[in-house]
């Protein structure tokens, strides 16, 4: 346990930096391919080293883990497929690696799929909608917002600090808002975010996120 939360706090700032590198560069269970969405195909050999590699996350940790997700956001467009399927993995610790590689890519083509994920309520549910709100708003899509703002009264500090560092980095506003501190004690830096969202929210200009095309069945 205390090492999946090691894992969740190093991996922002992490990908601060990783953002930068890999610039360039939905769904239930494994059933996107490159071919249906118009994504690069990977090479034979490509693919079987993703499929190798996705093989190997439930079993990383700590560095190993940072340096899988690292790979898998510098392949990019041929790795989105498996980084999906992984998404939608019912293990908290792979799920959240695999929203932690999307994110890093900045592939805003990318919303629509995560938004189609489904997750079930359970004791891990809460965790894992603030880590896909966290990427969606990664990736360009600010109607994740209110989930984070809703995360920064979490009672958990590395959650706050989490949903807190999401926000700051999208929108360069901070109000004040102490992670560190009991929610009591940031009512009025949450209550600013809440009116900025308000204010938001009714701007025209705010990013619509295009629903995927459903190819139609053949017969």
């Known amino acids: 346990m205390a090492s999946k939360h090691h894992l969740r706090i190093c991996l922002p700032l992490f990908l601060v930096t990783l953002a930068a590198l890999a610039s360039s560069c939905a769904t239930t269970h494994g059933s996107v391919t490159a071919e249906d969405k118009g994504w ?11 499929d190798d590699e996705a093989k190997r996350v439930p079993y990383t940790h700590g ?3 940072i340096e899988l997700i690292r790979w898998f956001a510098t392949v990019g467009e041929p790795a989105y497929p ?19 590689a999307i994110g890093a890519t900045r592939d805003s083509r990318l919303i629509p799929y995560l938004e189609q994920i489904e997750i079930h309520d359970g004791p891990d549910a809460v965790d894992l909608r603030l880590e896909r709100a966290r990427t969606l708003l990664r ?11 809703a995360g920064l009264s979490d009672e958990r ?22 992670p ?14 809440q009116a900025w969202w308000k204010e938001r929210s009714a701007d025209d200009l705010l990013p619509k996120i295009a629903a995927p095309e459903k190819k139609p ?3």
């Open 40 to 50: 690069l195909e990977p090479s034979p050999s490509l693919k079987r080293r993703i």
């Open 63 to 65: 560095v190993e883990r």
């Open 82 to 100: 498996k980084l999906l399927e992984l998404a939608a993995d019912p293990r908290e610790d792979v799920a959240i690696a695999a929203y932690a």
């Open 139 to 149: 990736l360009g899509d600010w109607g994740a917002a209110p989930t984070l703002i």
């Open 157 to 178: 500090m590395f959650t706050r600090a989490l949903c807190s560092q999401a926000l700051n980095e999208a929108t360069k506003e901070n109000f004040g808002f102490d």
């Open 180 to 193: 560190k501190a009991e929610p009591a004690q940031n009512t009025e830096a949450i209550a600013k975010w």
């Open 217 to 219: 069945s053949g017969d």
